[in-house]
């Protein structure tokens, strides 16, 4: 069983409608038990920083024994953001730190060189490092929404990054843990790849 965590913080029926197009019927749920007995975990996220590691308050203890379990979990967009150490966007308040490091703002610089923040739209993957979640994917286009992007200490853990003016980490990979800044669920069928491969992890 896969379970998307509803925890007031993600666009939660395109992710499980996405899980349906590669034939698996994904539950969402805010329920501890059903997290604890799920063998896939999926973190959405949209909105900001630090509402939505308040509105994760009693999901953190399901989330690292997953983890810690070694069960394949998907984090995705502001749900990638969350995994790491602290934002810019909310100073102050700690992430669930399950990757070492920062979410960055875009430098205001990059609208000089006319980019737009937030980065909105199609952007070209480059595969940097193998990821079980990427078999199959090349250099596709992903669809991005967001103004905020992470900055790993360990550079090695970051699998595709995208150019935004700079080099944006697109996914990152470490064990039974990855994540992506993209939407796979709205990437068209080079995304679903990403959801199915996922699906292909569990059990």
């Known amino acids: 069983m896969i379970a998307i965590i509803d925890y007031g913080s993600g666009n939660l029926k395109s992710i499980k409608n996405g899980f349906s197009k590669v034939g698996t019927d994904a539950i969402i749920s805010s329920s501890i038990k059903e997290l604890n007995d799920a063998e896939a975990l999926v973190l959405p996220g949209v909105g900001a920083f630090g509402n939505a590691i308040q509105n994760l308050c009693g999901y953190e203890k399901p989330i690292n024994d997953h983890i810690d379990d070694g069960k394949p979990f998907l984090g995705i967009c502001l749900g990638l953001q969350i995994l790491f150490t602290s934002s810019e966007e909310s100073p102050g308040i700690p992430g ?25 739209g199609w952007n070209q993957l480059e595969i940097r490092n193998e990821c079980p979640i990427l078999n199959g994917v090349g250099s596709d286009f992903m669809y991005f929404v967001h103004s905020y992007y992470v900055d790993p200490d360990d550079k090695k853990i970051i699998a595709a990054t995208v150019n935004y003016g700079i080099d944006v980490p697109a996914v990152v990979c470490l064990k039974n843990v990855f994540a992506t800044q993209f939407h796979p669920e709205k990437s068209g069928e080079e995304g679903l790849k990403i959801l199915k491969n996922f699906v292909d992890l569990v059990p």
């Open 96 to 120: 669930l730190d399950i990757f070492k490091g920062k979410v960055l703002h875009f430098p205001d610089s990059m609208k000089v060189d006319g980019f737009k923040i937030p980065q909105m």
